[in-house]
C-alpha cells in the first residue's frame, strides 16, 4: 500500500466535507488533510503542496470538479483520485476515470464501504463500488477493442522494452515510488515512461491500463 500522509478533500457541502474528513482520518491515521470549496482555492494549493491522495466532489458549486481531476492527473500523476458522487451513472464515471481519477466513491454506501473502497485506492487497486465495477471495465474494454489497442504485436512494437515492463506494473497496482524500488531506477525515470506509454497507447489513467493487460492476458485481476 502506498503511504497516503497528505490528503486532499474538495467539496462544497461543509458536511460532506468534514464527514469525509473523519472517513480519511478513521483510514488513514495519522494524516494531514486540506479541506477546500472550489476549483480555484484547490489550484492555489496545489501550486504549492504535494498530496498523496484527493477527493474531488463532482457536483462542485463551480461545476469544474471534472476539470479540476484534469487538472491533477496532468500536473501531478502520482496523486490518487478519488471523485466522489451521490450519483451511480456509469457514463459520467467513466468520463471521470478518462480524466484521471483511480476510483468513484459513492455518498451513501456505508463508511465502511467508504473506506474499503479508499483502503483499495492506496493499494493501487480500481477503486469503484461492486454495483458499477463490472460495467465500467467492460465499457472501457469496448472502447479499445474498437480502436484497435488488442492487437499485441501492435502493442509490443510500440513500446520499449522497459516500457511493456512499467505497463503490467502498472495494471498490477504498483506506484512511481515501488516501480523505481522495484527496477532500481529513480521515479523521475518511471515517471517519463508511464507518461510515454500513456501517449503511444492513448491511455488517460491507471483503469484504461489496467482493462488493456486484462484484455491482452498480461495480467489477471
Do not use: W
Not at 84 to 104: K, M, P
Not at 146 to 174: H, M
Amino acid at each position: 500500500m502506498v503511504g497516503i500522509e497528505r490528503v486532499l478533500i474538495v467539496d462544497s457541502i461543509i458536511e460532506e466535507a468534514g464527514r469525509l474528513e473523519v472517513l480519511v482520518s478513521n483510514a488513514f491515521y495519522p494524516i494531514q488533510i486540506y479541506t477546500l470549496i472550489n476549483t480555484h482555492q484547490s489550484e492555489q494549493l496545489l501550486a504549492e503542496h504535494c498530496v498523496d491522495m484527493a477527493l474531488i466532489d463532482l457536483a462542485l458549486s463551480d461545476d469544474q470538479g471534472l476539470d479540476l481531476v484534469r487538472k491533477i492527473a496532468r500536473q501531478a500523476p502520482a496523486t490518487i483520485i478519488i471523485v466522489t458522487t451521490q450519483v451511480e451513472d456509469r457514463f459520467i464515471l467513466f468520463e471521470a476515470l478518462c480524466a484521471g481519477a483511480s476510483g468513484y466513491l459513492l455518498k451513501q454506501e456505508t463508511d465502511k464501504q467508504q473506506t474499503a473502497l479508499l483502503r483499495d485506492a492506496a493499494a493501487g487497486r480500481l477503486s469503484l463500488s461492486a454495483s458499477i465495477a463490472r460495467p465500467v471495465l467492460a465499457h472501457i474494454r469496448q472502447v479499445k477493442e474498437v480502436s484497435g489497442s488488442y492487437d499485441f504485436e501492435q502493442f509490443a512494437a510500440v513500446l520499449t522494452d522497459r516500457e511493456i515492463e512499467i505497463f503490467i506494473l502498472i495494471a498490477k497496482g504498483y506506484h512511481v515510488k515501488e516501480i523505481s524500488d522495484l527496477l532500481s531506477i529513480a521515479c523521475n525515470t518511471v515517471s517519463v515512461h508511464i507518461k510515454s506509454i500513456y501517449r503511444k497507447l492513448n491511455l488517460h489513467n491507471r483503469a484504461e491500463a489496467t482493462a488493456l493487460a486484462v484484455a491482452m492476458n498480461l495480467y489477471t485481476p
